[in-house]
């Protein structure tokens, strides 16, 4: 007795003991961290102590977070100085240094400076904060921070962080990458806010001068150049910029969520999220590279965009400074002016939409100027070479001015528009007459008639203005068309701007027929790839060895045409690695073919619907793709620049790249909402059957909650391996979604799941993707989740609320067209009630 009494008391104190270790986040000036101690956040979120990265023995202070495996430092003390041994002791001076020692005679090899300590710091302490801060600060809590490890970022961004500048103290806090995952000792790449002229983020490689990357500047939402980077639901972003600092930070909405930018080794940048569930980092967000993306790319004055091929061409009004170089792709000398600047004649602005802004390092800005002082601004000084808004937020505010040679231009999705000067006769307003006038005529009139000079300058500018307008309609006329697109939607907003440059509102090559004949032996039937919903689709092969594939209009197709013609309106102007990339079109003698990319592993229906190439696709390639599309279709609803309902999501129409990624097309039937629209009436329901939503079947209501219901319905069959169109099940009469949802309710879930999956599947992701399919094909629209609710899901480990019902559960209730058995070519005839 007495013994199991001693034992629990020892017991106790052990406990106890354990507890007061793992509770402590706070040191004090007597107090030190042994190699083998650690400090923990008060939500236990990071730990502080010494730690071996990589396959190295090295030891080093830092700070990690707490149970995630493999071991994830945040943040490295003595980066740059290892200690070899377990010697390592990390104590706080009394003077409010932080230290860490080592060795037999207690070298100091790493403090943290703290500069000049205030006087009423007399019990300096330090402590972990909860967001993975170390900090210093006085033991009564009063006063700043005298030291923090947030103003020393190595490779890793966390929330509450600032990346930027203080400009009262010159303090920079940049990223700097790991030499290697072996050694945090600072590496080959820096990221930093640059601060010559309007901030910008510059990736750079310490030895180079130029950066390869840049991004900027902030206009309001993102940083120009840098897609999908916008808010979101899981934290906010703030870019602050006046007199005191300018820095990028973010902050989490829910602070339980677990994310954190890392800068790689290689340079690169990465937002990983951490997923409870698989106890995995998941790739969130990575800074987009593309053949644009490498700074300069098409050198001063030349504009590159990823899809056109070759990429790089000189903006409107420019030529290649060096043509030979420039036809053999080396295109770093860029373009030049067809017609110099002439400042005195009064030179214009062309305006160029969708554009990322040119390095502002050499630029002058205000934050409260309007577009037109910022014109009026850059007119006045002959060596502004272009002005923008900087925020394009609302109406757009603030001016930016450019005064060198405008570099680093590319096209983007966001609606950002760059004003570039130009001179008169580049504008395509010249009239013959004018420059004589103004020149000669007007000279030897001055001589005769000073006065009224006045007059005929006035009536030549009405009569200038009339030729304008003139001008303008034909050119508008002469645009279409070249195009042959008689498109009565598309003009109110793209062509707003006379000067506007010609090619860029869809930004894509037009191929000749001849090519793409050659490219398909001139549509043999061997290369038919199949049909779609307005003709046929062939695989091509063009000389330069890049495969296409080739959407041909059916000539006998009326409502094709109108099909086509939204394909290319939407298409063109989307750019998402979940979305199929147009390449280009070609219209030529009653032809007209969209040209995309070439999809080797063709659609995913081929896949999950075929007994034999089913067992291709395992569960996580499934998971893998469920993923892709539901980004894709979040980059439709929310992300682009438009809101985009797709309307006719499907397995067919989901495209598998060499690697299984999957990428959304055909948006044939896409439509484009407002902002303030949220759904749409229609009488001509358009959609494929077995993917309808009630609501949009029945009552012709689409919104972007109509493509959720399709995207659920896309769940559960990838999933099951089943159409939901002509499904049978030998025990019920029940549709692919009733069966899933009978199976729910009765626990058994995990047997929708395609047979040859079971062994190879996680469990978790399978359950859970049931669950979300189910949820997004409930009855009402509202009960079903957006996609970037969905995207979210995917991605989190918190529970889901409850589906209730889906919709058409039983037979009898599902609309007579509902049944009809039709095959998977989309349907357009049917009446709503
Ligand atoms: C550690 O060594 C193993 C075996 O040599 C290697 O596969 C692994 O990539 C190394 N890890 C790191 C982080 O260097
Ligand atoms: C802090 O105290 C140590 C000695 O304990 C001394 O070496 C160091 O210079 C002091 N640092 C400052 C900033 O006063
Ligand atoms: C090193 O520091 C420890 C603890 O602070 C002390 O006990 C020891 O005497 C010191 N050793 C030397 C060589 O100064
Ligand atoms: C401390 O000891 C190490 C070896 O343990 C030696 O290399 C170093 O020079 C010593 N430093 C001082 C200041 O004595
Ligand atoms: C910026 O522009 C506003 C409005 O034109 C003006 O009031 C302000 O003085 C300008 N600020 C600077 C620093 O030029
Ligand atoms: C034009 O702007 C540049 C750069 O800000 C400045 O150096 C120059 O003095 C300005 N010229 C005039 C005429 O205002
Ligand atoms: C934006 O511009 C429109 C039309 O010019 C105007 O009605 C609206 O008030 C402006 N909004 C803001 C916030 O300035
Ligand atoms: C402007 O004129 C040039 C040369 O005359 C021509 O190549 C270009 O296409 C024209 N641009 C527009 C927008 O009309
Ligand atoms: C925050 O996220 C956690 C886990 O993802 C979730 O359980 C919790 O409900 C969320 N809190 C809020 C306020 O959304």
């Known amino acids: 007795m007495k013994v199991l009494h001693y034992f629990l008391i020892f017991g106790l104190l052990i406990m106890s003991d354990l507890r007061i270790c793992w509770a402590q986040d706070t040191i004090a000036a007597d107090e030190a961290i042994q190699d083998g101690d650690t400090l923990v956040s008060a939500d236990e979120m990071y730990e502080l102590g010494f730690f071996s990265p990589g396959n190295s023995t090295n030891r080093y202070l830092g700070i990690w977070y707490k149970n995630k495996s493999p071991q994830t430092v945040v943040w490295v003390a003595n980066r740059e100085k290892p200690i070899t041994d377990l010697s390592g002791v990390f104590r706080v001076d009394i003077n409010g240094s932080l230290l860490v020692i080592a060795g037999s005679n207690n070298t100091t090899v790493w403090s943290s400076n703290p500069g000049p300590i205030s006087l009423t710091t007399i019990n300096p302490v330090a402590q972990l904060l909860n967001p993975g801060n170390l900090v210093v600060r006085d033991q009564s809590g009063q006063g700043s921070f005298i030291w923090q490890s947030f103003d020393h970022p190595g490779d890793a961004f966390l929330a509450g962080m600032k990346f930027g500048k203080d400009l009262v103290s010159g303090r920079d806090r940049r990223w700097t990458s790991w030499k290697s995952l072996d050694d945090p000792s600072p590496g080959k790449y820096v990221a930093f806010m640059d601060t010559n002229g309007f901030p910008q983020l510059f990736f750079k490689e310490v030895q180079n001068p130029v950066p390869f990357l840049r991004f900027g500047p902030w206009n309001g939402l993102t940083f120009n150049g840098m897609p999908s980077h916008t808010s979101n639901s899981l934290f906010t972003h703030k870019f602050v910029l006046d007199d005191k600092e300018v820095y990028y930070g973010y902050t989490l909405v829910n602070t339980s969520v677990v994310t954190r930018v890392y800068f790689s080794p290689e340079g690169d940048a990465f937002r990983l999220n951490w997923i409870e569930r698989t106890q995995m980092w998941f790739l969130y967000w990575n800074a987009d590279i593309d053949m644009c993306s490498r700074f300069g790319q098409c050198g001063s004055y030349g504009r590159c965009n990823p899809k056109n091929s070759p990429a790089c061409s000189c903006m409107e009004g420019f030529e290649p400074r060096n043509p030979d170089e420039w036809s053999a792709s080396e295109w770093s000398s860029g373009c030049r002016r067809r017609t110099a600047l002439s400042c005195s004649n009064g030179d214009g602005f062309r305006v160029f939409k969708n554009v990322k802004m040119p390095d502002t390092r050499r630029s002058w800005y205000n934050q409260s100027m309007t577009l037109g002082e910022c014109e009026t601004a850059c007119k006045r000084n002959c060596s502004c070479t272009a002005y923008a808004n900087i925020d394009i937020r609302i109406n757009g505010s603030g001016c930016l001015l450019w005064f060198d040679d405008l570099i680093d231009i590319r096209t983007v999705d966001e609606s950002q528009d760059l004003y570039v000067r130009?001179?008169?006769?580049?504008?395509?307003?010249?009239?013959?007459?004018?420059?004589?006038?103004?020149?000669?005529?007007?000279?030897?009139?001055?001589?005769?008639?000073?006065?009224?000079?006045?007059?005929?300058?006035?009536?030549?500018?009405?009569?200038?203005?009339?030729?304008?307008?003139?001008?303008?309609?034909?050119?508008?006329?002469?645009?279409?068309?070249?195009?042959?697109?008689?498109?009565?939607?598309?003009?109110?907003?793209?062509?707003?701007?006379?000067?506007?440059?010609?090619?860029?509102?869809?930004?894509?090559?037009?191929?000749?027929?001849?090519?793409?004949?050659?490219?398909t032996n001139n549509f043999a039937n061997d290369k038919k790839l199949g049909e779609g919903g307005f003709g046929s689709v062939y695989k091509g092969v063009l000389d330069d060895g890049q495969e296409i594939a080739v959407k041909r209009l059916s000539k006998t197709s009326r409502q094709g045409l109108g099909e086509f013609k939204n394909e290319l309106k939407f298409i063109a102007k989307l750019?998402?690695?979940?979305?199929?990339?147009?390449?280009?079109?070609?219209?030529?003698?009653?032809?007209?073919?969209?040209?995309?990319?070439?999809?080797?592993?063709?659609?995913?229906?081929?896949?999950?619907?075929?007994?034999?190439?089913?067992?291709?696709?395992?569960?996580?390639?499934?998971?893998?793709?469920?993923?892709?599309?539901?980004?894709?279709?979040?980059?439709?609803?929310?992300?682009?620049?438009?809101?985009?309902?797709?309307?006719?999501?499907?397995?067919?129409?989901?495209?598998?790249?060499?690697?299984?990624?999957?990428?959304?097309?055909?948006?044939?039937?896409?439509?484009?909402?407002?902002?303030?629209?949220?759904?749409?009436?229609?009488?001509?329901?358009?959609?494929?059957?077995?993917?309808?939503?009630?609501?949009?079947?029945?009552?012709?209501?689409?919104?972007?909650?109509?493509?959720?219901?399709?995207?659920?319905?896309?769940?559960?069959?990838?999933?099951?391996?089943?159409?939901?169109?002509?499904?049978?099940?030998?025990?019920?009469?029940?549709?692919?979604?009733?069966?899933?949802?009978?199976?729910?309710?009765?626990?058994?879930?995990?047997?929708?799941?395609?047979?040859?999956?079971?062994?190879?599947?996680?469990?978790?992701?399978?359950?859970?993707?049931?669950?979300?399919?189910?949820?997004?094909?409930?009855?009402?629209?509202?009960?079903?989740?957006?996609?970037?609710?969905?995207?979210?899901?995917?991605?989190?480990?918190?529970?889901?609320?409850?589906?209730?019902?889906?919709?058409?559960?039983a037979k009898g209730k599902v609309p007579q067209c509902y049944l009809v058995s039709g095959n998977d070519i989309t349907m357009t005839t049917l009446e709503p009630r």
């Open 575 to 809: 750019q998402h690695r979940n979305l199929v990339k147009l390449l280009g079109y070609c219209i030529q003698r009653n032809e007209s073919m969209l040209i995309y990319e070439y999809m080797p592993n063709k659609s995913l229906d081929l896949f999950i619907f075929d007994k034999i190439k089913s067992s291709v696709l395992g569960w996580s390639d499934r998971f893998h793709i469920l993923h892709g599309i539901a980004r894709g279709l979040l980059y439709l609803h929310q992300d682009s620049r438009f809101k985009i309902v797709h309307r006719d999501l499907k397995a067919s129409n989901i495209l598998l790249d060499v690697d299984m990624n999957p990428k959304i097309s055909d948006f044939g039937l896409a439509r484009m909402f407002t902002e303030h629209e949220n759904e749409a009436n229609t009488n001509n329901i358009v959609g494929t059957l077995g993917y309808l939503s009630p609501e949009y079947a029945l009552d012709g209501i689409f919104s972007e909650k109509s493509d959720v219901f399709s995207f659920g319905v896309l769940v559960l069959e990838i999933v099951s391996g089943k159409k939901n169109q002509g499904f049978s099940h030998e025990n019920d009469s029940d549709n692919l979604l009733a069966h899933a949802w009978r199976l729910f309710e009765e626990g058994k879930a995990m047997e929708l799941l395609g047979a040859h999956m079971r062994n190879s599947c996680v469990a978790s992701e399978v359950l859970r993707s049931i669950h979300i399919g189910l949820l997004c094909v409930q009855h009402h629209a509202n009960d079903r989740p957006t996609m970037s609710s969905v995207v979210l899901m995917f991605g989190e480990e918190g529970a889901l609320s409850q589906p209730k019902q889906p919709a058409f559960f």
């Open 422 to 519: 130009m001179a008169i006769s580049d504008l395509n307003i010249t009239i013959p007459s004018i420059p004589q006038l103004t020149s000669k005529q007007a000279d030897s009139n001055k001589k005769r008639q000073k006065i009224v000079v006045v007059v005929p300058i006035l009536s030549i500018l009405v009569i200038f203005i009339l030729i304008l307008a003139i001008l303008y309609g034909t050119w508008s006329k002469r645009k279409r068309s070249q195009v042959q697109l008689p498109d009565k939607t598309a003009e109110t907003d793209d062509e707003k701007y006379i000067m506007e440059s010609q090619d860029d509102d869809t930004g894509l090559s037009s191929f000749s027929l001849t090519k793409i004949s050659k490219s």
